[in-house]
């Protein structure tokens, strides 16, 4: 269907729609008359039967006050006994329903006597509309009066009344009988119309005499000159609405004149009560029909809808297969169908070009004819297993039409129509993966040749990818790790090759992670460890180089960490040699130079002294000569065990070379201090040194120069002491001398002086 198809039925489900509105709205309507007429009838009826009731009474009530005017003009009657006079008057037609009393008046409104009985109290009724009426001559017959509250009983009463004439018919007075509001209410009482209905009786003259609902105020009310008196005036009887005088209430009014009294009864129904059942109604009806209305449209929409997604559908699937089409035909693989006996349903161009045929051509033959004999029978096997619900995925070398030979990923995939139902035929997708295995020869090549570059090269070399984890360990990286490489992969990289400080405690930031942060190369850095796995501790020269593809994406990282441990140790045993004496491992000459000039610094900055001593074994010749080399070895290195025993910590032993020993000695200045050092000296040589099995007692000979005495600087110091040394030797040996000036013999320090105080430690 096209648009203006569409727009004509819609048309036609809005006509619908709006015919079942117009409907209802129809029938609504003609409730809603239906109620408000029969809502008239009833006004009308209750109405009528109202004034029927008001009506028989006064008819009954007129003729006995006729009579009893009659009465009053006999005087026999009125010269009877009180008792007898007043039953002969009132008889029982005036004692009907709703009467209250019956009153004689004379000539001048005084009260006579009346129904009740005789009351001597005078009571003045010359003032009522009645009386003043019939006085008046105005009036003639029966008299209907506004209401008034009685003098006698204090009620709301109706007066109705007739002149009485004396014999001579002059005027004697005024018969008035009284009817109760309250009878009038009670009747209407009787009446069930609703709570916001009214019954009202009316004087013709527009004034009210009783009404229900009954309110204070409403006796004698005159609604004279308003509309609704206008129209009861209008007619005798009828129906009108309009909202009421007194309340305001919009009702619907029926009236009717009491027979041919001055008296209208209404009847007055609340608008909204006689509409009340009808709303209801009709907000249902009106619902309903809303309800159609729409209901109509709706499925007219749906209708419309589903049309035009059936169109579309139509419309896209048609694309669809011309857009299938089109990519099987562009795809650079092969796609084919065939069904369940091997004849071909579909084939794209590329399978048409591959065999030299058109899809034309090719549609409707059995794979037999197409792959002849010899292929048949290699691929059969896959067919008759694709045939029977399994997927078949395999390689296989072809030669295309041009005689060109093709290697070829060949996929056959069982088609069932639905999830368990027989296999209706085969689609077939064969793809030329001939660039690929190329491509893949080479990669392995180069695989294989970056493998045995890795195996074969002396460092660790760790990779990881992108996040840090680990991809490849070369044997090195095993071993110095403790990992093997397929433990290792997927873990952490400080995990596998956690890297410390040269304290061995403070971790060191991985070189990978910082590769991986900055996507720069870091290093090469010394001074880095490594813990293996099992505790084993490597020195090494750590470098990290990101790994960037083509795309300038981030893959990974490789981390190079070569293994400096033993040339560390070398360095640090070369350092040593450079510093220590090999055979004692006491500081040398070259270290004694630094610490002599710390010590000189310090010493002067302090104020005060330094002392430096020369130490030479004597007879240490002998030993070579009758002992050997060994044994002289032995004897100083157990000289020098002993001596670094005697002296502080923070004095400095050092063999010059031979058996030439120095003492810096900081903080030596007082002569019973220089005693005392020169008496630990000397003790080192009073046990005998055991040689090759053998106690030989050695001799010591010690020169002893003084800062800031003997010199102000090391070398001037150093050649003091010696000089002090050669005179101990040449002064008899196992002794210790100290300078005194270039002219004077150096003075001997004997170990047999005063005992001095103890030299501080500094």
Not at 359 to 378: S, T
Not at 720 to 747: I, N, T
Request: aromatic share 6%.
């Amino acid at each position: 269907m096209h648009p203006p198809a569409f727009r004509r039925l819609i048309l036609l489900a809005v006509l619908v729609a709006l015919g079942i509105g117009a409907l209802f709205c129809q029938t609504i309507w003609s409730m809603r008359n239906y109620a408000w007429q029969h809502a008239e009838r009833t006004g009308v009826n209750l109405a009528y039967t109202l004034q029927q009731s008001i009506a028989t009474l006064l008819k009954n009530l007129d003729p006995s006050l006729q009579g009893l005017a009659k009465d009053l003009a006999s005087p026999q009657i009125l010269a009877m006994d009180p008792d007898l006079r007043n039953r002969v008057l009132f008889d029982h037609s005036l004692r009907a329903e709703g009467l209250s009393a019956v009153l004689v008046l004379d000539a001048q409104g005084q009260r006579m006597f009346d129904s009740g009985g005789f009351v001597p109290d005078v009571v003045d009724f010359s003032d009522r509309d009645y009386f003043q009426a019939f006085q008046s001559g105005a009036q003639q017959g029966l008299f209907i009066g506004k209401p008034v509250r009685s003098r006698l009983t204090g009620r709301g009463t109706l007066p109705i009344s007739r002149a009485w004439f004396q014999q001579d018919g002059s005027f004697g007075g005024v018969v008035a009988g009284s009817i109760r509001l309250d009878y009038f209410h009670a009747l209407f009482a009787a009446v069930q119309i609703g709570p916001k209905s009214s019954l009202n009786l009316y004087h013709t003259d527009g004034t009210l005499i009783a009404r229900l609902p009954q309110e204070a105020g409403d006796m004698g009310r005159s609604v004279a000159g308003s509309e609704n008196h206008a129209r009861i005036a209008s007619r005798s009887s009828g129906t009108f609405t309009n909202r009421a005088v007194i309340d305001g209430v919009e009702r619907l009014y029926a009236f009717q004149q009491v027979g041919d009294f001055p008296l209208v009864v209404t009847v007055g129904q609340s608008a909204d009560e006689v509409l009340a059942s009808w709303r209801r109604n009709s907000t249902l009806l009106g619902s309903f029909a809303l309800l159609l209305m729409l209901a109509c449209l709706g499925l007219a929409l749906l209708f419309v809808r589903e049309l035009q997604q059936r169109q579309q559908l139509a419309a896209q699937l048609h694309q669809a297969e011309r857009d299938l089409h089109a990519i099987l035909d562009n795809l650079p693989s092969m796609i084919s169908y065939w069904d369940s006996e091997q004849r071909n349903r579909f084939v794209n161009q590329s399978t048409s070009a591959m065999f030299g045929h058109s899809p034309e051509a090719v549609r409707g033959m059995l794979a037999r004819e197409l792959l002849g004999e010899k292929d048949y029978a290699l691929v059969r096997p896959y067919l008759e297993q694709a045939l029977q619900g399994r997927v078949q995925v395999f390689e296989r070398t072809l030669t295309d039409a041009k005689g060109q030979k093709r290697h070829m990923q060949v996929s056959y995939t069982p088609d069932r129509g639905g999830s368990n139902g027989p296999v209706q035929g085969i689609f077939v997708q064969m793809t030329d993966i001939s660039e690929r295995k190329r491509m893949e020869d080479e990669l392995f090549q180069e695989k294989e040749l970056m493998r045995l570059t890795l195996h074969s090269i002396g460092d660790a070399v760790v990779c990881a990818d992108a996040e840090g984890r680990v991809s490849y360990l070369n044997p090195v990286a095993e071993r110095m790790t403790g990992w093997q490489a397929f433990d290792a992969s997927g873990r952490d990289v400080d995990e596998v090759a956690p890297l410390y400080l040269a304290n061995g405690q403070q971790t060191q930031p991985s070189p990978l992670r910082v590769a991986l942060a900055t996507q720069a190369a870091c290093g090469p850095t010394r001074g880095v460890v490594l813990h293996r796995k099992d505790g084993q501790r490597f020195e090494v020269e750590e470098s990290a180089c990101p790994i960037i593809d083509r795309q300038q994406r981030l893959t990974g990282a490789v981390m190079v960490l070569h293994d400096v441990t033993e040339t560390m140790a070398m360095a640090e045993r070369m350092a040593r040699l450079a510093q220590y004496d090999a055979l004692t491992d006491l500081p040398n000459r070259v270290l004694l130079q630094d610490r002599a000039q710390h010590a000189l610094a310090l010493a002067r900055r302090e104020k005060r002294g330094l002392g430096v001593m020369y130490l030479d074994l004597d007879g240490f010749k002998q030993v070579n000569d009758t002992l050997g080399h060994d044994a002289g070895d032995q004897l100083l290195v157990q000289f020098a065990h002993r001596l670094v025993a005697a002296m502080r910590q923070s004095d400095t032993v050092c063999r010059q070379g031979g058996d030439e020993f120095v003492l810096l000695l900081p903080g030596l200045e007082d002569p019973r201090q220089v005693c005392a050092v020169a008496g630990k000296v000397l003790g080192v040589c009073q046990e005998p040194f055991v040689l090759r099995g053998q106690a030989l007692k050695v001799g010591l000979s010690g020169g002893l120069a003084l800062f800031p005495q003997h010199g102000s600087d090391y070398e001037e110091l150093a050649r003091h002491a010696d000089a002090a040394l050669y005179a101990a030797k040449r002064g008899g040996r196992m002794q210790v001398r100290s300078y005194v000036g270039p002219e004077a013999e150096p003075e001997r320090i004997a170990p047999t002086d005063p005992p001095a105080p103890a030299l501080p430690d500094v």
